[in-house]
């Protein structure tokens, strides 16, 4: 499904490369820090990151919980808890992996969950190389909205799991959050550099900048905008009204005195804001707390849906006890190549600007939403300020609730004072 972008005509952007010094200081006094966990142990690492097991524990589930952390300067920390069902399940097929610091740019955050089935190879996968992906794809194409970048994506690591071959029967849903910083930029202040990139004009204080385009329907305010990323052979989802405007994505490096005097690496200016995009494909799903109302930034691709329906139906397939071809209950996930002309890998994307009154993300598979709404999830976990410990209550929730499925859930818990940091 096309998207028609409406460009505002005094906006332009501008585009730079991350200096030497910038990536220094990240690697050094940041903590580019990537969590995977996989719960396997034949694992075999793809990327430098830290793997753990994660089994069933005495009280229930497992939370990763460290001593020093790594969202230290940040203006959000994750927490995670996820059992493996044993009354149930006697294996473990979800991962999950977050990136703080995601591509090498200040408090910048990638979260996903990946929820396997017929097996954990393509989850497994999923887990070790998608935020990869998805960063090469930044790099190469920055003047595209990141929704579209989460979309190729999507499809890139669909397409390499049939090639690779390494998935069999397996697929897997998949719930992705990127958070990030982006600012505005007049087509006065462009001129006025003279063509020269912002970061010679401000002292290389503030490096890499990307252009966005943003669309979307208003919402107390500020933009919660929704879009439908098809293949060509999809039709028949709902459209969303749409609005653009061209954006600059900026990071910036803190100052000595900065670092010493504030609680976050990143200073945002009163042109910044905080942008929130999201990917989905089947069932797991991502809750944003605004001021106590959760709201769903995913989309429940299920048999019983029915542009689902129409859309299986329309490239030749059938639905046999609410099942795709009577196999498949999700009706869009990565992997399951068997069936990709029916069960496809095109996500539905988001994208929300965070404020003040958003309090915390919720992504989990549908180990939890079996058993608990949305609005549940977020009053359970409200009044509880510590990630680890709200991700915890969740998962257990889930188990005196008698899922039947395995469980996990991650929190991400936003920090609202970074805005009154503003410069």
């Known amino acids: 499904m096309g998207k028609d972008i409406l460009a505002l005509d005094n906006k332009k952007t501008s585009r730079s490369v991350p200096g030497k010094d910038v990536l220094k200081f990240i690697k050094k006094h940041s903590t580019a820090f990537l969590k995977h966990q996989d719960n396997t142990d034949e694992f075999n690492d793809t990327v430098e990151e830290q793997v753990e097991d ?91 909205d990141l929704r579209d970048n989460l979309n190729q994506a999507f499809r890139d690591a669909d397409e390499k799991i049939g090639q690779l071959k390494i998935a069999g029967s397996s697929g897997c849903t998949a719930a992705v959050a990127v958070l990030r910083w982006e600012e505005e930029i007049n087509a006065e202040e462009e001129s006025e550099l003279g063509g020269t990139s912002k970061v010679d004009a401000q002292d290389k204080e503030n490096v890499t900048s990307k252009e966005i385009h943003k669309e979307g329907i208003q919402e107390s305010g500020r933009n919660i905008l929704d879009t439908v990323q098809e293949n060509k052979t999809t039709t028949g989802e709902p459209e969303k009204a749409e609005q653009g405007l061209k954006i600059e994505n900026t990071k910036q490096l803190p100052s000595a005195e900065a670092s010493n005097s504030m609680p976050f690496d990143f200073i945002p200016t009163k042109k910044h804001r905080r942008m929130l995009y999201t990917a989905n494909v089947g069932d797991s799903r991502i809750v944003l707390c605004r001021h106590g109302q959760a709201k769903r930034l995913s989309y429940d691709h299920k048999s019983t849906d029915g542009w689902e329906q129409k859309r299986i139906a329309n490239n030749g397939g059938i639905m046999l006890k609410s099942r795709v071809n009577g196999v498949l209950a999700i009706t869009r996930a990565l992997g399951d190549c068997y069936m990709k002309n029916l069960v496809v890998g095109a996500p539905y994307t988001t994208s929300t600007e965070i404020g003040d009154d958003d309090e915390f993300l919720i992504l989990a598979c549908d180990g939890l939403w079996d058993v608990c709404t949305d609005q549940q999830a977020v009053d359970l976990i409200r009044n509880v300020k510590d990630p680890k410990k709200a991700s915890s209550i969740l998962c257990k929730y889930a188990l005196e609730q008698m899922t039947t499925d395995n469980i996990t859930v991650m929190v991400v818990r936003l920090d609202s004072r970074v805005f009154n940091y503003r410069k």
């Open 54 to 144: 994660n089994e069933d524990q005495g009280s229930g589930e497992k939370s990763e919980n460290s001593t020093s952390s790594p969202f230290n300067g940040l203006s959000f920390e994750v927490g995670v808890s996820e059992n493996r069902n044993s009354h149930y399940r006697q294996s473990m097929e979800d991962v999950h992996t977050y990136v703080a610091n995601f591509a090498e740019r200040l408090d910048w955050g990638y979260f996903a969950i990946f929820d396997g089935h017929a097996g954990k190879q393509t989850a497994r996968w999923c887990g070790s190389n998608l935020h990869n992906i998805l960063y090469d794809n930044i790099s190469r194409h920055e003047d595209m």
